[in-house]
């Protein structure tokens, strides 16, 4: 069963940096490309970033572009979202989300996410 | 790249059929047939319902289907049933991916 868990997420003050990981289970990791996807509160989804499966691949929306870092580990089956410069707009629940390598562009599995909140 | 414009909500009765709407542009939606749709429940992750336009995952009911014409692309969902009411939203990928605003279904 494919599972993926988000962590790291909590307050921070605007300026501030966090680090969100997600350990992946059930699942060649080290095959697929993962992503970021976050959501504001009462807002809808939007795509954050992506990296390819052996991270020669890495894409950003212009919103974190410059400010955030997505990095995976293939050998601890962990991807990470290093966020710096943290906004008040920034405030999201962040989930971990696989794609598929059957049908491009589709996100068949997601976590369950991490809230992070920016505010001082 | 701006979001896709679904309409924020849409209504209908049991038994009855609905459909959103996903408008974009010839860079994201007309361009690939690369559009999936996500149902999300309050406080829950989303789930795929659509992929491709118009596949279905295994396990999703057949009363969703997909289509597209052009920028636009459509959820139908048919015989609305309550578990349906949620948040629906669409994704185009052409290199990067774009989600809609969300559509809010209310099942009367």
């Known amino acids: 069963e494919v599972q993926l868990v988000e962590s790291g997420g909590g307050l921070v003050k605007p300026g501030g940096s966090l680090r969100l990981s997600c350990a992946a289970s059930?699942?060649?990791?080290?095959?697929?490309?993962m992503n970021w996807v976050r959501q504001a509160p009462g807002k809808g989804l939007e795509w954050v970033s992506s990296?390819?499966?052996?991270?020669?691949?890495?894409y950003y929306a212009d919103s974190v572009k410059g400010r955030f870092t997505i990095s995976r580990d293939n050998a601890k089956n962990s991807l990470y979202l290093q966020m710096n410069s943290l906004r008040a707009e920034d405030t999201a629940v962040y989930y971990c989300?696989?794609?598929?390598?059957?049908?491009?562009?589709?996100?068949?599995?997601w976590g369950q996410g991490t809230l992070v909140t920016v505010s001082s | 790249q701006s979001a896709l414009t679904q309409p924020a909500s849409v209504s209908g009765s049991p038994g009855q059929s609905i459909t959103i709407s996903c408008t974009g542009t010839?860079?994201?939606?007309?361009?690939?047939?690369?559009v999936s749709w996500y149902q999300q429940h309050p406080g829950k992750a989303p789930k795929l319902m659509i992929y491709?336009?118009?596949k279905r995952p295994s396990g999703v009911s057949n009363r969703f289907s997909g289509s597209k014409s052009g920028n636009t692309a459509s959820l139908t969902i048919s015989g609305l049933q309550a578990e349906d009411e949620a948040d629906y939203y669409c994704?185009?990928?052409?290199?990067?991916?774009?989600f809609g605003g969300g559509t809010k279904l209310t099942v009367l």
């Open positions: 491709e336009v118009s």
């Open positions: 994704c185009s990928y052409a290199g990067s991916r774009v």
């Open positions: 010839s860079s994201d939606v007309g361009s690939y047939n690369l």
């Open positions: 990296i390819s499966s052996s991270s020669s691949y890495i």
């Open positions: 059930g699942f060649t990791f080290s095959s697929y490309s």
């Open positions: 989300a696989r794609d598929s390598i059957a049908a491009a562009g589709t996100l068949p599995y």
